[in-house]
């Protein structure tokens, strides 16, 4: 069974806040992604991570920052939070290769009001 | 980046197969097809995967056609727990890099 875990698992917070999304798996993968969902759409990759030190953007990571100064810790910050950004953020984490399945978090529900 | 094709929602009887197909006739050679599911408010649960042979596990069969252009998932003996959307994927793998690209699935209702 997977081992990975978003906090908080609902936000609600004010325009211009500056918040972090939290994300650990105790799995000891190497990558691990980020990615944006609205209720009754598709995933959008926003960032993902191959190790310590590694980041990239995906298709939707406009806004947004992350580090990976551990293996298992994979913050998301937003800067300055604006109604645009709610939506659900869910964090995965696989082990490196091809043939290796996702396993995800069950999401942070962000309300930006 | 290859694209796949899943109709937008399916009903099955509790007890029987559920079959869901998925379209993706632009797949090329080292790409995998994955499915995960997603029930209401959780994260995507990964299901199974394949690459060109058939493949079966404690939750599913994957048949893959011989050209590899489609895929049907089966769930043998499908219980109300399996209500959910459905995702068929094809990983994309660009200069190493790898990402899943989440189309909208295939929302399954099992009716009891």
């Known amino acids: 069974e997977a081992d990975i875990y978003q906090t908080p698992r609902y936000l609600v917070i004010g325009t211009g806040k500056k918040i972090t999304l939290e994300c650990s798996q105790t799995?000891?993968?190497?990558?691990m992604y980020w990615y944006q969902q609205d209720p009754g759409m598709e995933l959008h990759l926003i960032h993902y991570?191959?190790?310590?030190?590694?980041?990239e953007k995906g298709d939707l990571s406009s806004e947004s920052t992350v580090s990976r100064i551990r293996t298992e810790h994979f913050p998301l910050t937003l800067e300055s939070a604006r109604p645009s950004h709610t939506s659900q953020y869910l964090c995965a984490s696989s082990v490196r290769g091809l043939n290796s399945p996702l396993h995800f978090g069950n999401g942070t529900r962000l309300t930006v009001t | 980046d290859a694209k796949t094709t899943q109709p937008p929602s399916m009903d099955c009887a509790e007890g029987r197969a559920a079959n869901l197909p998925c379209n993706h006739s632009t797949i090329s050679g080292n790409e995998y097809v994955y499915w995960y599911r997603q029930i209401h408010s959780q994260g995507p649960q990964y299901i199974i995967h394949?690459?060109?042979n058939n493949e079966t596990n404690e939750m599913a069969s994957l048949i893959i056609t011989e050209d590899r252009k489609s895929s049907t998932l089966i769930l043998p003996h499908a219980t109300l727990r399996d209500t959910a959307v459905y995702y068929c994927?094809?990983?994309?793998?660009?200069?190493?890099?790898?990402?899943?690209?989440f189309g909208t699935g295939t929302r399954l209702t099992i009716i009891p």
């Open positions: 991570s191959y190790g310590v030190n590694s980041t």
């Open positions: 994927i094809v990983r994309v793998s660009n200069f190493g890099n790898e990402k899943l690209t």
């Open positions: 799995m000891g993968h190497d990558k």
């Open positions: 394949g690459l060109k």
